[in-house]
């Protein structure tokens, strides 16, 4: 250490002890008394810091856990919605899918039934157009 460090230790411990003896009026036993006593109470006082810590952190833990809670009822609660709408957009999908099928398989049907009455039309108007041509070259038919 440098001197300039011991010597300001030096002072202030000597202007402790000087402290002391002057508040206890010149008597060292009452100085030595007065100084366990502030001792004391300084390490009294830690005690009493550590319960106020402790307190502090028993409060602090209280209101985190109860924000645990409320995120986890709330959590519940957006899942039972959750769950609530895709119910109903399964069941609206379902009802939709079977709607889509019926009008599919009825389509299916008109457009089967048009394609055969095209080809009778057109099996018609061909056997039509077979004869007339055939009458031109003397065919019976």
Request: proline share 1%.
């Amino acid at each position: 250490m440098s001197r300039r460090t011991i010597t300001t230790v030096g002072l202030i411990g000597a202007a402790g002890v000087g402290y002391y003896f002057y508040s206890a009026g010149g008597d060292p036993k009452v100085a030595q008394k007065m100084a366990e006593r502030d001792a004391s109470r300084v390490s009294g006082g830690g005690k009493e810091a550590q319960k106020q810590g402790e307190e502090w952190a028993s409060r602090a833990g209280k209101s985190v856990d109860k924000g645990v809670a409320d995120a986890k009822a709330l959590g519940k609660d957006y899942e039972k919605q959750l769950n609530k709408t895709v119910g109903d957009v399964e069941s609206k999908l379902s009802h939709l899918k079977s709607d889509a099928a019926s009008k599919f398989e009825g389509a299916r049907k008109d457009s089967k039934q048009e394609i055969d009455n095209f080809d009778k039309t057109v099996e018609r108007k061909t056997a039509e157009a077979k004869s007339g041509v055939s009458s031109w070259f003397g065919s019976s038919k």
